[in-house]
């Protein structure tokens, strides 16, 4: 998902690292438009962005918590929907 936001800067969020938040910067300004003005503005957005991003931490990790739940669930509905799991029961006393 590309998102615009001032003086041209595109933010790619992907899905790739633990807290499921990877922001890439792409500058889009012609030659010789960069300033020492345009750079700190660009420099406190991006402690904007960070700062979003140590906010939202405890939820991102509370989704991966549940994703892993999730799949925890669906591997044991799996493991009692077999019914040869019952055929071995009686034969592990030993």
Known sequence: MMVAVPHNVYIHRHPTTTTGVCLLLLLRLPA??????????HEGYLDQLTAAI???RPLLKSIEKRDE????KAEYEAIIADPSRLLARGNSSA
């Open 54 to 56: 140590e906010d939202l």
């Open 32 to 41: 010789g438009t960069l300033t020492d003005e345009l750079l700190t503005a």
């Open 69 to 72: 739940l999730k799949a925890d």
